[in-house]
Structure formats: structure tokens, C-alpha cells
């Protein structure tokens, strides 16, 4: 099984920041990473598919980068509503796996 | 627009089985698999598995074998997620969702239902 370590767990950031979450796999998994953003009490939304591809109607101020093993989930001038959880998961392998989560807590 | 909807809370004691439903609509139900997803608690993300909606074919991750069944009913474009010899441990948000690219080997999850919290109580 494919593990995704994700860090930080947890950060507290001020608006306008920039915020970098990493994802590593334990082993290559080409592109085939995506990044999901969760609100409290919401279901989870794609923000980032196949590592880097943005998704229609997601704000330009994320983005993604990485492949193999490193993958990175940028925000650049993160916003109040940017306050959530957030998720790698690999779709390189069965069986499928999520990171454990960041959040990020708006200052 | 694509839409997935689920059915309602659950409470259930020990030893009960429950059955998810997840109504898709807004596209062709049978071009894209179904992913189950679980989170307990305060807790993240946890893959379960997947159906493909063309075949009825499913795969599974360890720990969500034998008492976890997805089935299908292609008539009527739904997805269910069945669970028996509930423990108080499957207490939890269960998500259906929609895995983009073929049916046999979806990727990513473009598409979510709002969640079934399903609750295993004495």
C-alpha cells in the first residue's frame, strides 16, 4: 500500500500569506497525485488533478507541483475562506490512499 | 449538472446492517465509477473502495472486505453501500463519489454526495 505522509498536520497562517503543504508518497507515483480541499461540515471538492492540472472554477491562487515521490500544494495570498482541511491522494495504485490531512487555521 | 445524492443519517445499534444509497444524475451513470469513502470523527479521509458501474465489478481496500458490499442498480442510476455486523466503530460520514476517467480505472474524485453519517450506538 501506497502511503502519502503529508506536513504540516496543522498550521496557523495570516491572510495574504503563502502556504506551501507537501505531500510525499512512499514510492513513485508519476503524476497521478490529487489535491481535495474540505470546509467544516462539507463534503470534500477537487482542487488540483494529476499533480499540477487546475480545476474549472477553483481559484488561481492554488496550484500544484511535484511528481514521483514530492508533490506540493501552493496557496498564494491565502484568504479567510481558504480556512479547511486538506488531502493528497494517489490514484497510481490499488488500493487507493489519502494523506492524512493538513489544516489550516486562518489567523 | 452533475449531482450525487445520498440518503439520510442512520442511528443503529451493535450487530445491525445498514444500506447507503447514492442517487447519481447529470451525467451517464455507467461511464464512471463509484468510489465509498470514510471518515470517522474528527478523523481525515479513508478510501474504501469502488464499483464500476459498467461491470459491477469492485475493488476494495484491506478492512473493508466481507461486511462492506457495493452493489448497484443501473436502472435507476444508484449506488449502494452495505454494512453489516455493524460495530460501534463504523460509526462515521460514508461519501459516495464519482471517479473521473474510465469506469474501470477511475482517477480523481470530481464529483462528492453531501455524506451519510451513520451511527453504531447500544
Known amino acids: 500500500e501506497i502511503v502519502l505522509t503529508q506536513s504540516p498536520e496543522f498550521q496557523s497562517v495570516t491572510p495574504k500569506e503563502k502556504v506551501i503543504i507537501t505531500c510525499r508518497a512512499s514510492?513513485?507515483?508519476?503524476?497521478?497525485l490529487h489535491w481535495y480541499q474540505q470546509k467544516p461540515d462539507q463534503s470534500p471538492k477537487l482542487l488540483i488533478k494529476r499533480a499540477s492540472q487546475p480545476i474549472s472554477g477553483v481559484p488561481s491562487r492554488f496550484s500544484g507541483s511535484g511528481s514521483g515521490t514530492d508533490f506540493t500544494l501552493t496557496i498564494n495570498g491565502l484568504e479567510a475562506e481558504d480556512a479547511a482541511a486538506y488531502y493528497c491522494h494517489q490514484t497510481d495504485t490499488l488500493p487507493r490512499t489519502f494523506g492524512q490531512g493538513t489544516k489550516l487555521e486562518i489567523k | 449538472q452533475v449531482q450525487l445524492v445520498q440518503s439520510g443519517s442512520e442511528l443503529k445499534k451493535p450487530g445491525d446492517s445498514v444500506k447507503v444509497s447514492c442517487k447519481a444524475s447529470g451525467y451517464r451513470f455507467i461511464s464512471y465509477a463509484i468510489n465509498w469513502v470514510r471518515q470517522a470523527p474528527g478523523q481525515g479521509l479513508e478510501w474504501m473502495g469502488w464499483?464500476?458501474?459498467?461491470?459491477?465489478?469492485?475493488a476494495s481496500a484491506q478492512g473493508f472486505t466481507g461486511r462492506f458490499v457495493f452493489t448497484l442498480d443501473t436502472s435507476v442510476s444508484t449506488a449502494y453501500l452495505q454494512i453489516s455486523s455493524l460495530k460501534p466503530e463504523d460509526t462515521a460520514i460514508y461519501y459516495c463519489?464519482?471517479?473521473?476517467?474510465?469506469?474501470?480505472?477511475?482517477?480523481?474524485?470530481?464529483?462528492w454526495g453531501q455524506g451519510t453519517l451513520v451511527t453504531v450506538s447500544s
Open positions: 463519489t464519482r471517479g473521473s476517467g474510465h469506469s474501470s480505472n477511475p482517477e480523481e474524485l470530481d464529483y
Open positions: 464499483i464500476n458501474t459498467n461491470t459491477g465489478e469492485t
Open positions: 514510492q513513485n507515483i508519476d503524476s497521478n
